[in-house]
C-alpha cells in the first residue's frame, strides 16, 4: 500500500516535525532487502552453523569482530560532531549544564531500581539453592584475568580517566567519554565565537552528514557480522552449556523482561509513549545487539533514530554516550543476580544486612569500570572481594554462560539508554512529543531502515526559506 512520505523541517538544536512531501512513495520494499530480516536470517544461520560444525562456527569470529571495529572506527567523530552542532547551536547554554544534571540524577535513580530489581528476583526464583558446590573444587583458571590486583579502576582513577591526555590519544583509543569531555569544551567554546553560521560550524555538521552515511554502507554489512558473532558464541561454548545453568540465565532473561516492559514502561508510559512501539521502533538494532552481544555496534544508528523522534541534537549527544558508562542497566541486574547465585550454589548464607551492603558497593563500583573489557567479571570480582564472605572463586561457575547472558545485558542496556535519552530530552523540553507519537506509532520504512537519509532531508530542507514551507 502506497504511503505518505515526509520531510524534516528543522535546525541542529530544535525538535524534528514532519510534514507531507508528497502524496505517495513505490511500496515496501521487498522482504529479503530489509535489515530486520537480513540479520535475523544471519543469526539462526550462525545458531546452526555453530551448533553442527562448531570448529567452522568459532572461525567465523573475524566476521564479528571486523563489524564491530567497523562502528567503533565512528563512534568518536560521530559524538564529536554532534555534541559540538548540539551545543554551538544552543541559543540558551545553562540548558547543557542542566541536561547533563537531569541525566545523571536519571541513570542513579534507574540503574539502583535495577540492582534492586536484580537482588528481589534472585532471591524469589533461588537458581543456586541445591546445586551444594565446594568452592575449592572449582578450577579458578579461568577467572584470573578477572581477578588480578589492579583491574578495578578505583573512583579517583576512573573520574581523571576521563581527562585524555591529550585529544589525539582520545579519538585514537576511542574513549567515549574523553571524547564526550572535549565535545562540551568544543562545542561552548565555538558558540563563544559565533556558533551557527560560522565556517567552522558548517564544516562540522556537513561533517557529522558525512560520517552518518559512511554508518549507512557499514550496516550493509551487520548481517554477516552478526553471523559470525554467533558463529563463534554458539561454535565455542555449544548449546550444552546452555543447559548446565540455564536457571540462572532464565531467572536473569525474565528479570531484564520484567526491568524493560515494567519499570521501563511506567517510566516510559508517565512521559507519553509506550516502550512496546519504541522496542519495536528499534527492532533492527536490537537484532544487531543480539548478533553481535555489543550494544556499541548500534550507537551511531540510536543517534540517528532518537534525533528523527524529535530529541533535540544536543540531548541525544549528551544523553546516549554518557549513558553507554553511568546507565547500564542490564549489567546492573547481572551483577546483583550472579553475586547471590553464586552465594546460593556454594552455600554461602547471606542475611539481609549482607545483601544490603552488597547492593551498596555494587552502587559504587558498578561506575568503576565503565568501558573496561570484560567489566561485568571485573566488578563482580571486585565486589565480592569488597564484601568478604562470597567466595570469589564462585565466578568460575558462570564464566561458561556469561558470553550467553551478555546478550541480555546488551539489549537491556541499550533499550535503558534509548528510553533515558527521550525522558530527559522530555524534561528539558528539548522532546517534539507529536513527532515522537507519530514516529513510534506508525514509522515509516525509511525511518526504521534508513534513518541518516531523513537526517540528509533535514539538511536539505535547511536552505527553504521560512515561507516556503
Known amino acids: 500500500m502506497a504511503r505518505a512520505r515526509f520531510v524534516l523541517i528543522a535546525s541542529a538544536n530544535q525538535p524534528l516535525s514532519r510534514r507531507p512531501l508528497m502524496s505517495s512513495t513505490p511500496g515496501r520494499k521487498p522482504l529479503y532487502k530489509s535489515l530486520y530480516v537480513q540479520v535475523l536470517t544471519a543469526v539462526a544461520l550462525g545458531v546452526f552453523l555453530g551448533h553442527f560444525f562448531p570448529q567452522t562456527g568459532a572461525d567465523m569470529k573475524p566476521l564479528g569482530d571486523a563489524f564491530i571495529k567497523l562502528i567503533k572506527m565512528i563512534i568518536a567523530p560521530i559524538i564529536f560532531c554532534t555534541v559540538v552542532v548540539g551545543i554551538a547551536g544552543m541559543e540558551d547554554m545553562k540548558k547543557v549544564g542542566k541536561t547533563g544534571g537531569l541525566a545523571l540524577l536519571y541513570f542513579e535513580v534507574v540503574s539502583t531500581v535495577a540492582l ?3 537482588l528481589v528476583v534472585v532471591n524469589l526464583l533461588q537458581p ?18 578477572y581477578t588480578a590486583p589492579g583491574k578495578m579502576q578505583g573512583t579517583v582513577d576512573f573520574l581523571l580517566n576521563i581527562i585524555p591526555t591529550s585529544v589525539i590519544d582520545a579519538f585514537a583509543k576511542g574513549e567515549i567519554l574523553q571524547v564526550l569531555l572535549f565535545s562540551v569544551l568544543f562545542g561552548f567554546a565555538l558558540h563563544k565565537f559565533g556558533g551557527r553560521g560560522t565556517m567552522v560550524f558548517d564544516l562540522i555538521e556537513k561533517t557529522s552528514h558525512v560520517l552518518f552515511d559512511i554508518v549507512a554502507i557499514i550496516m550493509k554489512v551487520a548481517p554477516i557480522g552478526a553471523f559470525g558473532a554467533m558463529a563463534f558464541t554458539i561454535g565455542k561454548y555449544g548449546v550444552d552449556s546452555l543447559f548446565s545453568l540455564g536457571k540462572l540465565m532464565g531467572a536473569f532473561y525474565v528479570t531484564c523482561l520484567i526491568f524493560v516492559f515494567g519499570v521501563l514502561g511506567i517510566i516510559s508510559r508517565l512521559h507519553g509513549f509506550s516502550v512496546w512501539r519504541f522496542v519495536r521502533y528499534i527492532k533492527e538494532e536490537l537484532l544487531i545487539v543480539l548478533g553481535t552481544s555489543s550494544s556499541e555496534s548500534v550507537l551511531p544508528r540510536m543517534m540517528e533514530k532518537l534525533e528523527n523522534l524529535g530529541a533535540r541534537k544536543s540531548v541525544v549527544g549528551l544523553v546516549i554516550p554518557t549513558g553507554y558508562s553511568f546507565n547500564l542497566d542490564g549489567t546492573s541486574i547481572y551483577l546483583t543476580m550472579a553475586a547471590v547465585f553464586i552465594a546460593q550454589a556454594t552455600d554461602t548464607p ?13 552502587l559504587l563500583t558498578s561506575k568503576g569500570a565503565a568501558g573496561i573489557t570484560g567489566s561485568g567479571f571485573i566488578v563482580l570480582a571486585a565486589t565480592l572481594s569488597a564484601v568478604g564472605h562470597v567466595p570469589v572463586a564462585g565466578l568460575a561457575l558462570i564464566l561458561g554462560i556469561d558470553r550467553f547472558m551478555s546478550e541480555a545485558r546488551a539489549l537491556t542496556n541499550l533499550v535503558g539508554n534509548g528510553v533515558a535519552t527521550l525522558v530527559v530530552a522530555k524534561w528539558t523540553g528539548d522532546l517534539d512529543m507529536e513527532r515522537l507519537t507519530q514516529g513510534l506509532a506508525n514509522p515509516t520504512t525509511i525511518e526504521a531502515q534508513e534513518p541518516e537519509v531523513l537526517l540528509d532531508q533535514k539538511v536539505a530542507t535547511m536552505a527553504v526559506p521560512a515561507d516556503a514551507r
Do not use: N
Open 116 to 118: 534492586i530489581i536484580g
Open 128 to 145: 543456586g539453592s541445591g546445586m551444594h558446590v565446594d568452592p575449592a573444587s572449582l578450577d579458578t583458571k579461568g577467572i584470573a584475568a
Open 350 to 362: 547471606m542475611d539481609l544486612t549482607q545483601q544490603l551492603t552488597l547492593l551498596a558497593v555494587l
